[in-house]
C-alpha cells in the first residue's frame, strides 16, 4: 500500500491550498484517513481526520479554515486549507487505516510529507 500526497507550495498569508493523498495497492477498505503536520522544533500533530462515513475531526487551530474530505471509490482525502496563516507552515503527511486484501486487521499507513509554507 502506497500513499501519494501532492498540493504543497508557497502561498501568502490568507491565501489557500488543497492537499491530495491517494492510496493504492491491494486495498480492501480504508477506515480512517487523515492530515497530520510538523513544523520546524515542533511535535507532529493532528490537523484533521475523516471516517469512511464522512465524520470529520480537526484539530482548534485550524476549525472554520481547513476542510477535510474524502472519495472513498478514489480511496483519496484532500485537505482544503484557506485563510492561511504563517503558523499553518509545516509539512503536512497523510495517514490512513487500510485493510488490505485477505487480511483481517488494519494497519497504519504513512505518505511522504509535502512542504506548506505561507509568507509574504
Known amino acids: 500500500v502506497q500513499l501519494q500526497a501532492s498540493g504543497g507550495g508557497l502561498v501568502q498569508p490568507g491565501g489557500s491550498l488543497r492537499l491530495s493523498c491517494a492510496a493504492s495497492?491491494?486495498?480492501?477498505?480504508?477506515?480512517?484517513m487523515g492530515w497530520y503536520r510538523q513544523a520546524p522544533g515542533k511535535q507532529r500533530e493532528l490537523v484533521a481526520a475523516?471516517?469512511?462515513?464522512?465524520?470529520?475531526n480537526y484539530a482548534d487551530s485550524v476549525k472554520g479554515r481547513f476542510t477535510i474530505s474524502r472519495d472513498n471509490a478514489k480511496n483519496t482525502v484532500y485537505l482544503q486549507m484557506n485563510s492561511l496563516e504563517p503558523e499553518d507552515t509545516a509539512v503536512y503527511s497523510c495517514?490512513?487505516?487500510?485493510?488490505?486484501?485477505?487480511?483481517?486487521?488494519?494497519?497504519?499507513?504513512w505518505g511522504q510529507g509535502t512542504q506548506v509554507t505561507v509568507s509574504s
Open positions: 495497492g491491494s486495498i480492501f477498505s480504508i477506515s480512517v
Open positions: 495517514n490512513a487505516l487500510v485493510l488490505q486484501r485477505g487480511t483481517s486487521s488494519y494497519d497504519n499507513y
Open positions: 475523516i471516517t469512511r462515513g464522512g465524520i470529520a
